[in-house]
């Protein structure tokens, strides 16, 4: 199977129009070039790498999710026994605070850059300064756009997750609505500033679309874009306020059957708006395996969430500093990614849908969703 299928795929000018993401089902690990300085399509560090105890800076978005908790915990942890010294930064008062900590990180001498970015499209000028000082750049979770100058990408496939979320509403509208269709539903994005955000949704439209067109699923607030549905900055009252006139203007004699909810914490805000209508809670999706929902997931109260483990996601990540500092080809990469500008080489890692029947196959192992997914804690 070929991996140079494996990609995002530009569909207008970056910034203006979100990606989309096809990708096929091939496992196969290649490598690329990790040697030769420059930027995009596997250039990373200079020959030779680096030192170890070398500085490696990590840049986060804001804390909106325990995903972004536990990079927080791991990257120091995995980081150090790697060999290197770390610096793990959020920026919670949004892109400029960002933009100021990489170019800070830049300055204090990091050898390599790992940054979630909250907006992808608006960190051309720190992704350039980094280039001019030989430091190559992995983008993490979320893929950095409008820039040449991005060396690898660390991803769970967004397309998928977002099928994922539209096949387990579906099953949850079978198994719990009580009637036959049609169903009520309603739709609910991320952020339009975080690129997977709009990939999650298309993907759930990929599997819902067909649905609505056949008159199994109404919308009946007629919200069924992704500029409608997105929740700016993943903010949950946002999309409990959001949640909250929808309900009002459309659901006074009308049963809602089910909810689309890009993420965990989102999810529980829409759930706290329907209980505060007191409506019964339909099934509803989410992301990011946060406990809270977990326990919801657990009491039958959330349907599903996706899985996505953080420990993967880090792990990836500094395996591939790691074969930068020894100046090795970076061979974790499965596949390539499309910016708009250059194709970065990425590591695809696969999530899992996760709902009441497999919670504990999945995470009883995971000391802190364990004991919740195995009714022990």
């Not at 995002?8 to 070039?33: E, H, I, K, N």
């Not at 993490?140 to 997750?161: C, E, G």
């Not at 965990?264 to 395996?289: C, E, F, H, W, Y």
């Amino acid at each position: 199977m070929n991996i140079a299928r494996r990609k995002f795929l530009t569909l207008g000018a970056v910034g203006a129009v979100g990606l989309a993401l096809s990708v096929s089902g091939c496992s196969q690990r290649a490598g690329t070039d990790a040697t030769a300085t420059g930027s995009g399509s596997g250039a990373g560090a200079a020959a030779g790498g680096f030192a170890a105890g070398s500085l490696i800076g990590v840049s986060l978005p804001q804390k909106t999710s325990q995903n972004w908790e536990d990079a927080q915990r791991l990257f120091p942890e995995k980081l150090k026994a790697a060999g290197f010294e770390s610096q793990v930064q959020f920026a919670n008062s949004g892109v400029a605070e960002q933009q100021s900590q990489i170019s800070a990180l830049i300055t204090r001498g990091a050898k390599a850059l790992i940054i979630g970015p909250i907006d992808g499209s608006q960190l051309g000028s720190q992704l350039a300064q980094a280039k001019a000082a030989g430091i190559p750049v992995i983008s993490y979770d979320r893929m950095i756009t409008n820039s040449a100058d991005v060396n690898y990408l660390v991803t769970f496939q967004p397309d998928k997750v977002g099928e994922l979320q539209g096949q387990s509403l579906l099953q949850g509208l079978e198994a719990k609505a009580g009637h036959p269709a049609p169903y009520n539903v309603e739709l609910f994005a991320g952020s339009p500033d975080d690129n997977n955000a709009r990939i999650f949704f298309e993907g759930a439209m990929k599997v819902l679309q067909p649905k609505i067109d056949d008159g199994t699923l109404k919308v009946p607030s007629g919200q069924v874009s992704f500029q409608q549905a997105a929740t700016q900055g993943w903010d949950p009252k946002t999309a409990q306020n959001r949640m909250d006139s929808i309900l009002t203007a459309n659901y006074s004699g009308a049963t809602l059957d089910g909810v689309l909810s890009p993420n965990d914490t989102i999810a529980r805000a829409l759930i706290t708006s329907i209980t505060n209508a007191g409506k019964p809670v339909p099934p509803m999706t989410g992301q990011d395996s946060d406990p809270e929902s977990i326990k919801l997931i657990k009491d039958g109260v959330q349907y599903s969430t996706i899985d996505k483990p953080t420990l993967s996601q880090v792990d990836a990540s500094v395996e591939i500093v790691k074969q930068l500092a020894a100046g090795q080809k970076v061979s974790v990469t499965n596949g390539e990614s499309d910016n708009g500008v250059t194709k970065i080489p990425t590591d695809f890692l696969d999530p899992t849908l996760v709902t009441s029947a497999n919670l504990a196959e999945v995470y009883g192992k995971d000391p802190v969703r364990g004991p919740i997914a195995t009714g022990q804690g």
